[in-house]
């Protein structure tokens, strides 16, 4: 067996971060670990730049990119922040929460990034290598999960090597990711209202504690909004069967709590362990001998509905 380290990862040390950031200044993408899932980043304020990310994940140019910040003033500068943003802003930065804003007219932020909406995702990331990297460079960073578009998300350096490979210039191997599940998007409506985009780790009711107002209820239009909206996503190349107490012949079984599986998201029922876990099974899954996946029940609860939402997709 290979185990030698692909030549373009390295640890995100000072040389690690000075190679970083001389990469991400030419224009080229450097992978990177954040608290959610190791991002694909690339400057945002470059065509070029953003182009390179969407070669590496042949990923659709209708689907817009998140743009990571290292702080609130750094997001007002790209975007129209009102009284609810910037709550939102305070009590969940640096964090899993991306908001949906409008986009100032004089953003300095490529086109691409937005996919010709008048909106920007925004979001200040926790995880210190990527804070340290958003500083050194000095440049809001378009980062998408670093991993092939439709595929299971990275939660480390060797899923972004075996994904992407080549395709990105460089990878800062950071560890394992601690939340496991990409961040919570929020649209924030002008003149009032808001919807959940795609759930994560900051729920629907630690964001309506803040606002002090229910979601809104009207439905959206079909338009892609934001990131993981696909209907096909985070798919691991093989049929996944949901809500399995037990594996069917064929089947590589993913457990969670009584259910015992090849795996387990978590044997004691924790959710916040299996939204940590749940890429990685996902990655064990589709590189087992079984042709067919199945995934234990999961509560539809508190960020249960996260994990739901992923596996959904991954099962279309």
Same mark, same amino acid.
């Given at each position: 067996?290979?185990?030698?380290?692909?030549?373009?990862?390295?640890?995100?040390?000072?040389?690690?971060?000075?190679?970083?950031?001389?990469?991400?200044?030419?224009?080229?993408?450097?992978?990177? $670990?954040?608290?959610?899932?190791?991002?694909?980043?690339?400057?945002?304020?470059?065509?070029?730049?953003?182009?390179?990310?969407?070669?590496?994940?042949?990923?659709?140019?209708?689907?817009?990119?998140?743009?990571?910040?290292?702080?609130?003033?750094?997001?007002?500068?790209?975007?129209?922040?009102? $009284?609810?943003?910037?709550?939102?802003?305070?009590?969940?930065?640096?964090?899993?929460?991306?908001?949906?804003?409008? *986009?100032?007219?004089?953003?300095?932020?490529?086109?691409?990034?937005?996919?010709?909406? @008048?909106?920007?995702?925004?979001?200040? @990331?926790?995880?210190?290598?990527?804070?340290?990297?958003?500083?050194?460079?000095?440049?809001?960073?378009?980062?998408?999960?670093?991993?092939?578009?439709?595929?299971?998300?990275?939660?480390?350096?060797? /899923?972004?090597?075996?994904?992407?490979?080549?395709?990105?210039?460089?990878?800062?191997?950071?560890?394992?990711?601690?939340?496991?599940?990409?961040?919570?998007?929020?649209?924030?409506? @002008?003149?009032?209202?808001?919807?959940?985009?795609?759930?994560?780790?900051?729920?629907?009711?630690?964001?309506?504690?803040?606002?002090?107002?229910?979601?809104?209820?009207?439905?959206?239009?079909?338009?892609?909004?934001?990131?993981?909206?696909?209907?096909? /996503?985070?798919?691991?190349?093989?049929?996944?069967?949901?809500?399995?107490?037990?594996?069917?012949?064929?089947?590589?079984?993913?457990?969670?709590?009584?259910?015992?599986?090849?795996?387990?998201?978590?044997?004691?029922?924790?959710?916040?362990?299996?939204?940590? *876990?749940?890429?990685?099974?996902? /990655?064990?899954?589709?590189?087992?001998?079984? $042709?067919?996946?199945?995934?234990?029940?999961? $509560?539809?609860?508190?960020?249960?509905?996260?994990?739901?939402? *992923?596996? *959904?997709?991954?099962?279309?």
């Amino acid at each position: 067996m290979n185990t030698q380290t692909p030549p373009n990862v390295q640890v995100p040390d000072t040389a690690g971060l000075a190679e970083a950031v001389r990469v991400l200044v030419a224009g080229g993408t450097v992978a990177v $670990p954040t608290e959610t899932v190791y991002g694909l980043a690339a400057r945002a304020d470059r065509a070029d730049a953003v182009a390179g990310i969407y070669r590496a994940k042949g990923r659709p140019d209708f689907n817009p990119l998140i743009v990571h910040v290292p702080d609130l003033a750094a997001a007002e500068a790209l975007a129209v922040f009102d $009284p609810r943003a910037r709550a939102l802003g305070v009590a969940f930065w640096p964090g899993p929460l991306t908001m949906v804003l409008p *986009r100032r007219n004089d953003a300095a932020i490529a086109a691409a990034v937005s996919a010709g909406l @008048p909106t920007v995702a925004l979001r200040v @990331p926790a995880h210190p290598v990527m804070r340290a990297l958003l500083v050194a460079a000095g440049l809001p960073l378009a980062a998408p999960s670093a991993n092939r578009s439709g595929g299971v998300s990275p939660t480390s350096a060797a /899923h972004v090597a075996a994904s992407l490979g080549a395709r990105v210039d460089l990878i800062l191997d950071g560890g394992s990711t601690e939340r496991g599940l990409e961040s919570t998007i929020v649209a924030l409506r @002008p003149g009032g209202g808001w919807q959940i985009l795609r759930p994560g780790p900051v729920t629907e009711a630690a964001i309506a504690a803040v606002l002090g107002e229910a979601p809104s209820e009207e439905p959206r239009g079909g338009a892609i909004e934001a990131p993981g909206q696909l209907a096909s /996503h985070y798919a691991p190349g093989k049929p996944v069967r949901l809500g399995a107490v037990a594996a069917e012949p064929g089947e590589f079984l993913i457990g969670f709590g009584a259910v015992v599986g090849d795996v387990s998201l978590s044997p004691s029922s924790d959710l916040a362990e299996a939204a940590a *876990r749940l890429y990685a099974c996902l /990655h064990e899954a589709a590189a087992a001998p079984e $042709p067919r996946i199945a995934v234990a029940p999961i $509560p539809e609860e508190g960020v249960g509905a996260a994990i739901n939402d *992923r596996l *959904r997709r991954a099962a279309v």
